[in-house]
């Protein structure tokens, strides 16, 4: 690899560390200069001390959060698939179910929190299913459109060396079906984190989103504010994961990428 390519590497990995910098010198000189309560809008600084101050607090609240995130997000993951794989296979299963879950998508998820917690009750049951609602739609999408667009002139010349139609999904379908994948996960797993702090909000005495109600409630903006900080990093750093594992087994997919 060139010196200049190197150098471009590092730029783009430093860019996003840079702009957060500059937003945050921003963020904290308008609040200094223009005196802004922290009850209105804290100051990162005051974010800060809150996050220290409350950080075993928080942490609680994160773990419950994250790992009822990680139930919904797997469950999106086990049915998007399998769903995908129907819809991506069959053109009639296609023109069947695609409008429907078109049409469900479409629907706010927070509408179905109040439903789950008359069948489930509340606690960790709504969560995670609106986790789940939440969050299968774009792997079922990927998955179906990976399969669907499959070459037709590379299917008629499997075909004409003897694979089957299954053949032809699961030793080509599939591995052409796994960048739409991965790409899928990137985004399913920050609306995961999304409705079940949604959930918790409403249904829940436990996790991020009962934290942002209570401190609400209490006026402690800073705290508040302390919690959505801490969703969107456990958010960037799946994000992040599911982006190394994407370039290690999908490297192949991506012009000018090199796994090493």
Same mark, same amino acid.
Not at 168 to 172: A, E, G, T
Not at 184 to 190: F, H, Q, R
């Given at each position: ?6 150098k471009? =590497? =590092?730029?783009e990995?430093?860019a996003?560390?840079? *702009? %957060?910098?500059?937003?945050l010198?921003?963020w ?5 200069a ?6 209105v ?10 996050? !220290?101050?409350? =950080? @075993?607090e928080?942490a609680k609240h ?5 790992w009822?995130t990680?139930?919904g997000f797997g469950?999106?993951i086990? $049915?998007g !698939?399998l769903?995908?794989?129907?819809i991506?296979s069959?053109r009639?299963?296609?023109a ?7 049409g469900f998508?479409?629907l706010p998820?927070?509408a179905?929190?109040p439903?789950?917690?008359v069948?489930? @009750?509340?606690g ?6 609106t986790?789940?609602?939440i969050s299968?739609?774009?792997? +079922?999408v990927?998955?179906?459109?990976g399969? &669907? ?10 075909? $004409? ?5 299954w053949d ?5 379908g599939l591995? =052409?079906s ?5 790409g #899928? ?6 609306l &995961?984190? $999304?409705g079940?702090t949604?959930s918790?909000? +409403?249904a #829940?005495n436990e996790?991020i ?5 209570s401190?609400? #409630?209490?006026?402690q903006m800073g %705290?508040?504010?302390?919690g *959505?900080? $801490?969703? @969107?990093?456990m958010?960037m750093?799946m994000?992040e994961?599911?982006?190394i594992v994407?370039?290690?087994? +999908?490297?192949? &997919?991506?012009? @000018?990428?090199q !796994?090493h």
């Open positions: 690899m060139s010196s200049a390519a190197v471009a =590497r =590092r730029l990995a430093a996003p560390w840079a *702009l %957060l910098i500059v937003g010198f921003l904290q000189g308008v609040c200094t223009f005196d802004v309560s922290e009850f809008f804290p100051s990162p600084l005051r974010i800060w001390e809150q996050l !220290v101050e409350f =950080r @075993g928080i994160a773990w419950r959060t994250f009822v990680m139930a469950l999106a086990v $049915v !698939v769903l995908g794989f129907l991506g069959s009639l299963a296609y069947a179910i695609y409008p429907l879950m078109t998508n479409a998820k927070a179905f929190v439903v789950l917690v069948w489930f @009750g509340i960790i049951g709504p969560a995670i299913l986790a789940f609602l299968f739609f774009p792997i +079922t990927n998955i179906a459109t399969l &669907a667009t499959l070459e037709p002139e590379l299917e008629d010349v499997l075909r $004409v060396l003897g694979a089957r139609r032809v999904l699961m030793k080509v591995p =052409r796994m960048p739409y994948f991965f #899928s996960l990137k985004v399913a797993i920050t &995961a984190f $999304v079940t949604v918790e909000m +409403t #829940s996790g989103g009962y934290l942002l109600v401190a609400g #409630s209490a006026m %705290l508040a504010f302390a *959505l900080v $801490v969703v @969107g990093a958010a750093v994000y994961f599911f982006s994407e370039k290690r087994l +999908t490297g192949w &997919a991506h012009r @000018g990428s !796994v």
